[in-house]
């Protein structure tokens, strides 16, 4: 795997390492995206909710009309909000965002979340009540929503479906009853949040998976602050100051932060790791040609060096044990 793969899934193909742009201001886009696609990047992760849609479609019409890319070498992702979690209102956000994007169509469209917004037009993304209140919608239904997503993918809207931030039973009843499964399923997983049963349970059933804040989202405490939120709850350690992961950064001369998305990449999973800087978006995506462990490697411990792939013999008869032997040794 390099940072030019793709995981696929029905008629997707999606590049592993993506440019993520939450919190990516306006002002921000067109520097990162110029940055990305210079540095190789295809795959652009945003979200109506993020409002930064207009400035990436003004930058990649810039690009399109320039040539230096073309429609088809780009895969772009957005999300419908929760204020839209309803079948007949995924077209409107959809339409939306496409106009935004200056697109004719996103490469994948993800429902943002399970849970449901009343709907009080486009500029109300967290609906209020009189007390201050969240506006949340408790008849969103998951099934008849997917409906409205399957349609998108019938009007040529969008190319895949997807859904992010639900569970594993919120996924599995979607996957009972769609005409379209879903094409990847985007959720918060790094080294502290592996969610590995999770991950196993949608790689067997076609569904792959994204991995959103794979540094653990440092720039969240900040976030936080600026709107006067209390951050006391927020993790202290972050996994890119994590004494394991620096150590192997420092053996295999890398950052800290490669290690991290390339951990992810090799557990199967793409990458959005959001910068705005050129250095880091150019760096995130350098996460190819890096040693990769295989079935010659070793772990070591004091003198021991031991092959991390060995023959195991438990019930294997004095019989059978020649055979196994030496075509295990031929083997490697
Ligand atoms: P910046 O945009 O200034 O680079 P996550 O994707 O887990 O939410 O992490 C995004 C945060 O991590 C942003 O605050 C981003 O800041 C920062 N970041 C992105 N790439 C790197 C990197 N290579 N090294 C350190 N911090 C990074």
Known sequence: L???????????????????TWQSTPEEIDTALNAAIDAGYRHIDTAFVYQNESA????????????????????????????????????LFLKKSLEALQLDYVDLYLVHSPVGMVNKGFDQLFPMGEKGEILFDMNTDLLEL????????????????????????????ILDSCRIPP???????????????????????????????????????????????????????????????KEI???????????????????GVAVIPKSTNPDRIKQNFDVANMTKIDSKSVVTSGKMKMPVVGLGTWQSTAEEIDIALNA????G
């Not at 009309?65 to 209102?89: A, H, M, Q, W, Y």
Request: overall charge positive; charged content about 25%; proline content about 5%.
């Open 2 to 20: 390099d940072s030019k793969s793709v995981l696929t899934s029905g008629v997707m193909k999606m590049p592993v390492v993506g440019l993520g």
């Open 146 to 173: 997917w409906k409205g997503m399957e349609a998108q993918v019938d009007a040529g809207r969008a190319k895949s479906i997807g859904i992010s931030n639900f569970n594993q039973n919120q996924v599995k009843r």
């Open 183 to 245: 094409a990847n399923l985007q959720v918060e997983l790094h080294i502290y949040l592996q969610q590995k049963e999770f991950v196993s349970f949608c790689k067997q059933n076609g569904v792959t998976v994204c991995a959103y804040s794979p540094f653990g989202s440092p720039g969240q405490k900040a976030f936080f602050e600026k709107r006067g939120i209390p951050t006391e709850g927020i993790r202290l350690l972050f996994p890119l100051e994590d004494p394991v992961v």
């Open 328 to 331: 295990a040794i031929d083997a």
């Open 249 to 267: 950064a420092e053996k295999h001369n890398k950052q800290p932060s490669q290690v991290l998305l390339r951990y992810m990449i090799e557990y």
């Open 56 to 91: 990436i479609g003004t930058t990649l019409k810039k690009l399109l009309d320039s040539g230096k890319i073309t429609r088809e070498e780009l895969f772009i992702v957005t999300k419908l909000p929760g204020t839209g979690n309803r079948r007949e209102d995924v077209e």
